[in-house]
Structures are given as C-alpha cells and as structure tokens.
C-alpha cells in the first residue's frame, strides 16, 4: 500500500469517526466466510456500516478528529472492524442477536456511543440497554401526556355522572 494509500484511508475513516455518531470496535477474527457474510448483510439490514481496518490507520485517524476517543487506544490489538451507526444500541442488539445464532464472535472491544467510551466485551448489555434520543423523548413525551391523559379521562367520566344526575332529577 502507498503513503497516498493510507493517507486516503486515514482521511476518510477520520471523516466516517467525526460523522457518525456512535461507532463500534470489534473483533470479528475467526469467522467463517459464511458467517462473515451473514455479518455483513445483518449489519447492511440494520443501516450499520461494518469496515475492516489496520489498527495503526485507525489510530492515526482518532487523531485527527474532533471526538475524544484517546482512551480507545488499548483496545487496537488483534483485528478490528469498525461498526458505524446513528442509533447508539444498534450494534448492541445485532452482536447479541447473531451471538445468538452463531456462536461467541464478533467480540466487541470498545465502543462510543453517546459521548461515552465503554470497554470490553462486558459491557454489551449494558450498550443493548441504553437508549437512543429518540427513544428518551418518546419516554419523556409520554410521561407528559400521562397527567394529561387521566384528567381528561377524569373530566369525562365526571360529564357522564353528570348528565346522569341531571336526568335523574328532572325525571323527578
């Protein structure tokens, strides 16, 4: 590969880091071309971009971004794969989901997601459970609406009761 190779590649994984908001380090060594594929297509399903890089690219490229992702250093040994997504839990849920299906790879090394760097491949379910932004609105819209909701239903209930006692008192 030549330096203007890896100068290309360097930029444009500095681009896809500072663009994406939430990304995944893996190690996906070890899978069989079946599963390899099965891997990528889930991956391409799920709006998820999977890029196999060279450690040292990678890190060369953390340096260059905006994001704070120093402490995620360490965990270039072995192969990577980087997955990319909009949605912070994404990967989360494919990795456990094809775990699942198809043994105890891709591990996850480290991931950034929410501005928060998390380690090691125990801490999947803990990414599987945090929410997106769009979710936590949802939680917190329909926590608003819920006071809104009983007061209605209660001012409806009341008018019912009512016209109830007002016909029971003209029938009078």
Known sequence: MTKEEKTRIIEDLAQQLNETPHFYLTDASGLNAADTSALRRLCFNNNIKLVVVKNTL?????????????????????????????????????????????????????????????????????????????????????LLKSPIN?????????????AGLTKALSER
């Open 58 to 142: 990678l890190s060369k490229a953390f340096d260059k971004i905006d994001k704070e992702v120093e402490e995620l250093k360490p965990a270039l040994k072995q192969p990577t794969a980087i997955m990319f997504s909009e949605v912070g839990n994404a990967p989360a849920k494919l990795i456990k989901d094809f775990r699942s299906k198809n043994g105890e790879k891709p591990l996850l090394k480290a991931a950034y997601v929410e501005e928060s760097i998390y380690f090691g491949d125990n801490q999947l379910e803990a990414l599987v459970n945090v929410k997106s932004k769009d979710e936590l609105l949802g939680d917190l819209i329909a």
């Open 150 to 162: 009983t007061v209605m239903s209660q001012l409806s209930s009341g008018k019912n009761l009512l």
